[in-house]
């Protein structure tokens, strides 16, 4: 029986994973540094996973053998402060990894991001053998630890899982400070008739998907048999990918009255280093990933 921790629990993926995670009698403890506003319906622990003894002490306590790694500072917060976010990002995977190692934990499952490709990379339609030269500290740091996915599997034989996420859509829990966050601010102002100033220009394309999407996709991916896996760092996933004016008229078609202003800002230069649109195609052929909320159906859960 899978005993699962998840480290940055109450960020946009980690409410996600509890739900599904009770819904089919799986246990979770959930840690945050800070507590929940609301009952999750599962173990909960106050832990900042920078603290090793207190991570150690916690999956000791509640014989933790799978580990969902979520803790990051993401790009645009990240580049707010680059020492603080490479630190975060970097040493909480390290002590994760360390942990594992210890308390003989194989399965673990840490995500990457699109914010790894770069210039070099073909934005138009970013393959999953790209060259990678991420130019954030977000992106640095999720390169850097696909790296480390790959090394510390060999090195100790660990089951290290990894996903390269678009930007994710949700509405449950607000944005956590990244650069396609715009997606989801722009969606809940013009909903509630409010205009909203968007910091990216009105024909960047980005690719997104669905929280559901994400949710299920990795559940399906961590249940794979390793041998399966041909990719041994990270897989690229995608749902669909549009721009902040394809979404403004689109919402406007669905009935909203309130503006878009459009005002770029320091995130405008990140998005211009990533993809466009994402070649999933590994991770169809691997293990069968599929998405199934496009732009419609992401807009149906909010205009339903």
Known sequence: MERIIITGAL?????????????????????????????????????????????????????????????????????????????????????????????????????????????????????????????????????????????????FDLDIRSLRY???????????????????????SLKNGKDYTCFLNRNTELPMLYINDAVKGTIDYMSVDKQNLKVKDSYNITGFSITPNKLEKKLIELGCNAKVIYKSDFRQDIADTWPKKIDDSSAINDWNWKFEYGLKETLNVVFK
């Open 166 to 188: 678009p930007g994710i859509i949700s509405f449950d829990t607000k944005p956590g400070g990244g650069t396609t966050d715009y997606i989801i601010e722009m969606i809940q």
């Open 11 to 155: 960020g946009q993926l980690g409410r996600e994973f509890i739900k599904f995670f009770n819904k089919n009698n799986t246990y979770v403890l959930a840690t945050d540094i800070r507590s929940p506003l609301e009952d999750l319906s599962c173990d909960f622990e106050i832990a900042d996973a920078m603290d090793e003894k207190r991570i150690d002490f916690l999956i000791k306590k509640h014989n933790i053998n799978v580990v969902y790694h979520l803790v990051a500072v993401l790009s645009a917060n990240g580049e707010r402060n680059p020492f603080m976010a490479w630190e975060i990002n970097m040493k909480s995977f390290q002590n994760i990894i360390s942990l594992s190692i210890n308390n003989g934990i194989k399965k673990i499952f840490w995500p990457s991001s699109i914010a790894v490709f770069g210039t070099k990379s073909n934005l138009s339609f970013a393959a999953q053998d790209s060259i990678l030269n991420p130019e954030t500290i977000y992106g640095i740091s999720k390169l850097a630890g696909e790296r480390l996915v790959n090394y510390y599997n060999k090195k």
